[in-house]
């Protein structure tokens, strides 16, 4: 069965300092995507990062940057130079293939990251 | 104009009240998505709809009746809850293509049920 893992309940990280959530996976399914998603008090989740099982380079959005070892089933996420407005629940979620056009997304018990001044 | 919008943001029932949630989706997706959000528990799917058919039910109790009447709309019926239902109601919509396929999300319809 699939499963996302998030060992981090809550990390601190000074402003302008560079963090790392962590995030394991585990899916028997050769084809699968990992997203990243950033939770603010006001409830939304918003999508922050994206990597395919069969991408060759980790991906970068910006300050986000995927880490990405599929041999060790992990896709830890690095914010580098943090801000104040980082402040959130983050969370790690995996899809499996396509399924008739629709995704099926399993999140993990998501990050609390404080960002302090 | 937000991507997807839920209504209302909050909401407080008795165990015998009967409401129903909405959700709306200006982005031109084909599928769209309840997930419960409780306290320290991950998030949980609840039922997806494509192109207004349901195509997945994870054993959701019968309190919760979802509706699509199109590809646009979802709403959750709800009816005789109980007070562990309580959570956060989040509505999410995808676009079936080539893209990364990921979920748009509202902000939450946060449910207490006393």
């Known amino acids: 069965a699939q499963k996302i893992t998030q060992t981090q309940p809550g990390m601190f990280v000074q402003e302008k300092e560079a963090v790392t959530l962590d995030c394991t996976y585990d899916?028997?399914?050769?084809?699968?995507?990992l997203f990243w998603y950033k939770q603010p008090s006001s409830g939304e989740m918003i999508f922050l990062i994206y990597?395919?099982?069969?991408?060759?380079q980790n991906a970068t959005e910006g300050r986000y940057s995927l880490n990405f070892q599929k041999a060790r089933k992990s896709a830890n996420l690095v914010i580098s130079a943090s801000q104040l407005g980082d402040s959130a629940m983050y969370f790690c979620?995996?899809?499996?293939?396509?399924?008739?056009?629709?995704?099926?997304?399993?999140f993990g018990a998501g990050t609390r990251l404080a960002v302090h001044p | 104009e937000t991507g997807v919008t839920q209504t209302p943001r909050h909401l407080v029932m008795g165990m015998t009240n009967k409401k129903s949630l909405k959700c709306e989706q200006h982005?031109?997706?084909?599928?769209m998505y309840w997930y419960k959000q409780s306290a320290k528990k991950p998030l949980e799917l609840m039922f997806v709809?494509?192109?207004?058919?349901?195509?997945e039910n994870n054993s959701v109790p019968s309190r919760f009746s979802p509706e699509c009447p199109n590809s646009s709309h979802l709403f959750l019926h709800l009816h005789t809850l109980q007070p562990e239902d309580s959570a956060l109601y989040l509505c999410?919509?995808?676009?079936?293509?080539?893209?990364?396929?990921?979920?748009?999300f509202g902000e939450g319809s946060r449910l207490t049920v006393l």
């Open positions: 999410a919509s995808s676009q079936d293509s080539g893209n990364t396929g990921e979920l748009f």
């Open positions: 899916t028997s399914d050769p084809s699968y995507g």
């Open positions: 990597q395919g099982s069969y991408d060759q």
């Open positions: 979620a995996m899809r499996e293939a396509f399924s008739g056009g629709y995704n099926k997304l399993i």
């Open positions: 982005l031109g997706h084909n599928a």
């Open positions: 709809y494509n192109f207004k058919e349901q195509t």
